[in-house]
């Protein structure tokens, strides 16, 4: 377990659960799915001391539930999200957790991108001046963000920077919502990355279906990466529901009496729909992506179809202009005593110019009808 206390531009790391909130600032307390299981007890009891409210069991399940989607959740006393994250290195990563119904996830092969796309809940509870959050084992997210903040504690305001911001923005979270809201995008900013390895992938496979020098073979792979393509959409749009029922309950809250309390909401509301417009543009691109690929492997067969009707037109063009040539051969081949030419000198040298003067004359017809004329 760690616990963070957030005070204006200052954070600090505590040894365990703090003897009470403070009157400014908040509480931030991060554990692993194991420990939250294992102290479920102390964990409620601390939560009834300091916020005067425990988790309700369907709750507790839903953190501890390792196949539960992306939801949002809403009692009087606290909100809760459940965020799937993508799953860091394949090594780091405990075996794949059983799905629903008891069915163990099949282990994805191809490109080792596909590899990376699994996912773990993350949880994250808000109380008004408390964020718990819920962890996997070895979470990237906790560490990263954990170390951000205590990089940024006592940095001025107009020093600190949020990675891939140019401008510069409020160092500190000012509450659990916002600090939650920057958890979840950072678990978005992931997706963005994993859809840039996926595009440079189907990129290059959609290079070799579309020429026609090359076999391709990587069909399996390919398989994989539109089936990944759809698990990722499925991820996002879940996401994308749960963001907005955040939304729209952040819009039912009580309407803040001080021009200070108005700004942080906006801020909320802002923050609220930059992770929403990152979501959808996952959405969009995954979905693009999708049709590039389908796109592509139609466009192939297409190619492939138009390649073997111009064998076949050669083949049978070819067929045609050895077809007379076998029916003078077979005349002069039949076993009759008298056949014109038979016994002249010249026969053989007649016979063969004829048909020489007919091959050429198909293949001049076939020719000028274009029924020879090279596919491109």
Same mark, same amino acid.
């Given at each position: 377990?760690?616990?963070?206390?957030?005070?204006?531009?200052?954070?600090?790391?505590? +040894?365990?659960?703090?003897?009470?909130?403070?009157?400014?600032?908040?509480?931030?307390?991060? /554990?692993?799915?194991? #420990?939250?299981?294992?102290?479920?007890?102390?964990?409620?009891?601390?939560?009834?001391?300091?916020?005067?409210?425990?988790?309700?069991?369907?709750?507790?399940?839903? /953190?501890?539930?390792?196949?539960?989607? *992306?939801?949002?959740?809403?009692? #009087?006393?606290?909100?809760?999200?459940?965020?799937?994250?993508?799953?860091?290195?394949?090594?780091? #990563?405990? +075996?794949?957790?059983?799905?629903?119904?008891?069915?163990?996830?099949?282990?994805?092969?191809?490109?080792?991108?596909?590899?990376? &796309?699994?996912? $773990?809940?993350?949880?994250?509870?808000?109380?008004? $001046?408390?964020?718990?959050?819920?962890? +996997?084992?070895?979470?990237? &997210?906790?560490?990263?963000?954990?170390?951000?903040?205590?990089?940024?504690?006592?940095?001025?305001?107009?020093?600190?920077?949020?990675?891939?911001?140019?401008?510069?923005? $409020?160092?500190?979270? *000012?509450?659990?919502?916002?600090?939650? /809201?920057?958890?979840?995008?950072?678990?978005?900013?992931?997706?963005?990355?994993?859809?840039?390895?996926?595009?440079?992938?189907?990129?290059?496979?959609?290079?070799?279906?579309?020429? +026609?020098?090359?076999?391709?073979?990587?069909?399996?792979?390919?398989?994989?990466?539109?089936?990944?393509?759809?698990?990722?959409?499925?991820?996002?749009?879940?996401?994308?529901?749960?963001?907005?029922?955040?939304?729209?309950?952040?819009?039912?809250?009580?309407?803040?009496?001080?021009?200070?309390?108005?700004?942080?909401?906006?801020? /909320?509301?802002?923050? *609220?729909?930059?992770?929403?417009?990152? &979501? #959808?543009?996952?959405?969009?691109?995954? $979905? @693009?992506?999708?049709?590039?690929?389908?796109?592509?492997?139609? &466009?192939h067969f297409s190619a492939q179809s138009h390649r073997t009707n111009d064998i076949m037109r050669t083949l049978t063009v070819l067929t045609a202009i050895f077809l007379p040539l076998n029916l003078i051969a077979g005349i002069f081949g039949m076993n009759f005593e008298f056949i014109p030419l038979l016994h002249v000198r010249a026969g053989f040298w007649l016979a063969l110019v004829g048909m020489g003067v007919t091959a050429a004359g198909l293949s001049v017809y076939f020719w000028r009808k274009r029924y020879?004329?090279?596919? @491109?």
């Open positions: 377990m760690r616990t963070f206390l957030l005070q204006g531009p200052q954070v600090r790391e505590l +040894p365990g659960w703090p003897e009470a909130l403070p009157a400014d600032g908040f509480v931030w307390v991060a /554990l692993e799915q194991a #420990e939250f299981e294992a102290r479920q007890g102390d964990v409620q009891a601390a939560l009834q001391r300091l916020c005067g409210a425990a988790l309700v069991d369907l709750h507790v399940s839903d /953190l501890l539930n390792p196949a539960l989607p *992306s939801t949002f959740d809403s009692t #009087e006393r606290y909100d809760l999200l459940v965020f799937r994250r993508l799953a860091q290195a394949a090594a780091a #990563e405990p +075996p794949s957790e059983p799905q629903a119904g008891g069915a163990r996830k099949r282990q994805r092969g191809g490109m080792p991108v596909l590899r990376r &796309i699994d996912t $773990r809940p993350v949880g994250l509870v808000r109380f008004d $001046r408390l964020l718990l959050t819920v962890h +996997p084992t070895a979470c990237g &997210i906790l560490d990263a963000y954990a170390a951000r903040l205590l990089g940024l504690s006592g940095l001025p305001q107009h020093e600190a920077r949020e990675p891939g911001r140019s401008a510069p923005v $409020r160092a500190m979270p *000012s509450s659990p919502a916002d600090l939650m /809201l920057r958890l979840v995008g950072q678990m978005v900013d992931a997706y963005l990355e994993l859809r840039r390895e996926l595009t440079r992938q189907l990129d290059h496979w959609q290079a070799e279906l579309l020429n +026609p020098r090359t076999r391709f073979s990587n069909w399996s792979s390919l398989l994989d990466a539109r089936l990944a393509l759809h698990q990722l959409d499925e991820i996002s749009e879940d996401q994308r529901v749960a963001l907005l029922d955040w939304t729209a309950a952040l819009a039912d809250w009580p309407a803040p009496d001080t021009p200070a309390a108005r700004r942080e909401r906006e801020l /909320l509301q802002v923050r *609220s729909r930059d992770v929403l417009e990152h &979501i #959808e543009r996952v959405v969009h691109h995954v $979905r @693009r992506l999708e049709q590039s690929a389908e796109t592509a492997v139609q &466009i020879l004329e090279r596919g @491109r």
